[in-house]
């Protein structure tokens, strides 16, 4: 670890906002078990724009009845493997992502995550250098939630 860099403090679950694609407090779980971080999202096409590939993708808020369509540059198409051991291939797009007051580019893939509580999963590269994890609270990085000690969600 760098000398003297005090990292800021990241609970177990934080509000995700990712500017470019028009998304904002997005309940996400860090999780430094996982590689890439990982976005709910239905892919409804590839194409490609000046050259550059793209993927046009839905995000749903069931909640809220939204769906908001996306489109981001699509950097890859990877094996990912999940925590059940299963391999899917997923589109990994980069973007900014927002933690509180960082940002920074982030790699995430885009895959089904209907069954999972947290639309958005926030792993380990994302958090490299940047942040440091207390397991033992939420919200450490959202304002605009009182952060929680403990582990329940």
Known sequence: MAKNKVLPVVGWRELVHLPELGLSGIPAKIDT????????????EEFERDGQKYVRFAVDFPQQK???ICEAVHVD???????NGGTQYRYVIKTPMRIGDAEFRAEI????????????????????RRFVVDSG???????????KKGHKP
Do not use: C
Not at 137 to 147: A, I
């Open 77 to 83: 198409i990877r094996g990912i493997t999940s925590s």
């Open 33 to 44: 078990g996982a590689r890439t971080s990982s976005l709910h999202a239905t892919v409804i």
């Open 109 to 128: 893939s885009l895959a089904n995550r209907s069954d999972m509580k947290f639309p958005m999963l926030v792993g380990r590269s994302s958090l490299r």
């Open 137 to 147: 609270y939420s919200w450490l990085q959202t304002p605009e939630l009182e952060t």
């Open 66 to 68: 939204v769906r908001q």
